[in-house]
């Protein structure tokens, strides 16, 4: 029991001074309880309002394809220079350290590989999510596919009451049918579709009049990197997704399957967080990656 013998009045009421009622930076998330907002602040740096999240949950579909064969080896080595790590609970509890200190996007929904019907998936027990302190899930959604989206919007909205219950964000990831045109109407209608489901943030493409995908969306967007390009075309995906107003990048391939992972994601958290150009970014990833190596066979 505590000390009962010098209980002193208190006497700094402050009397006047109206009390500090904070906003909350991240679009369409002032209305949500405090452990999502919590755990939105780790993933998007209340500063810049912005994320560089690194994906290496690719080998759920694919396996291990090229970067991801040994994660401890390439992905390991990356952390430090990343704001939040997106993977499988598997990778998650065999190769990322406990010491990482970094908020996870943990890939909640499981079903299929590339060998398979795409998106056939279910979504994974939330109490996982939370017995692995993840900051956040993120759930596959397959707008347009006469198969698959039913069920995949279902695997959403099922996420985000599991989500609300916890005070787990959910990100709904959008897939690209193979059907659908890959323009801002086709993503415009997808990341609605998906924050209209309650997704806390929407990962979707880069294209074209992007500024429209983001403008109709109430909620975070950011982007997925897709395939393997140059790292200066990279950089301007990059850079032209922030200056249309996306919260950050999600990126997988083409940091890790760049020659210098390291300095790109170094260049993408320039573009991302300082609002450096492609071109000055390019120019940092160059300095940063040093000489190139030349294999003497
Ligand atoms: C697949 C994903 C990947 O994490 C995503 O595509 C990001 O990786 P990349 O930048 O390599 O496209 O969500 O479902």
């Known amino acids: 029991m505590a000390d009962l013998d010098d209980i002193r009045d208190g006497k700094e009421y402050g009397i006047g001074v109206s009390q500090k009622t904070e906003g909350y930076f991240l679009k369409g998330s002032g209305n949500l309880d405090w452990g999502m907002k919590d755990r939105l602040s780790r993933i998007f740096n209340p500063t810049t309002g912005k994320t560089v999240m690194l994906a290496f949950d690719h080998g759920f579909l694919m396996g291990p394809t090229s970067g991801v064969e040994r994660i401890d080896l390439s992905i390991v080595p990356l952390i430090e220079h990343a704001d939040c790590l997106m993977c499988t609970r598997g990778v998650l509890r065999s190769l990322i350290p406990t010491t990482s200190r970094k908020p996870v996007c943990l890939r909640a929904d499981a079903g299929t590989t590339i060998l398979t019907e795409m998106n056939d998936n279910v979504v994974l027990d939330p109490v996982d999510a939370v017995r692995l302190n993840a900051s956040a899930i993120a759930v596959m959604v397959?707008?347009?596919?006469p198969n698959m989206e039913a069920k995949t919007v279902a695997n959403l909205y099922n996420a985000v009451d599991d989500g609300l219950e916890f005070g787990l964000p959910v990100m709904g990831v959008t897939a690209v049918g193979k059907d659908m045109a890959r323009d801002a109407r086709y993503f415009g209608m997808a990341a609605r579709v998906c924050a209209e489901n309650g997704a806390n943030i929407v990962k979707t493409y880069y294209t074209e009049g992007f500024e429209k995908v983001v403008a109709c969306c109430p909620v975070p967007i950011v982007i997925a990197g897709g395939k393997k390009l140059p790292e200066l075309e990279a950089l301007e995906l990059a850079?032209?997704?922030?200056?249309?107003g996306a919260s950050g990048v999600d990126m997988g391939r083409n940091v890790f399957q760049s020659?210098?992972?390291?300095a790109m994601?170094?260049?993408?958290?320039?573009?991302?967080?300082q609002?450096?150009?492609a071109k000055d970014a390019f120019q940092l990833?160059?300095?940063?990656?040093?000489?190139s190596t030349v294999r003497v066979i």
Do not use: L
């Not at 397959?142 to 596919?145: H, L, N, P, S």
């Not at 850079?239 to 249309?244: F, G």
């Not at 994601?265 to 967080?273: C, E, G, K, N, T």
């Open 285 to 291: 990833f160059n300095d940063e990656k040093g000489p």
């Open 142 to 145: 397959a707008i347009g596919d």
């Open 239 to 244: 850079y032209n997704a922030i200056q249309s």
């Open 275 to 277: 609002g450096m150009t």
């Open 259 to 262: 020659e210098s992972p390291a």
């Open 265 to 273: 994601i170094r260049a993408v958290s320039a573009v991302v967080h």
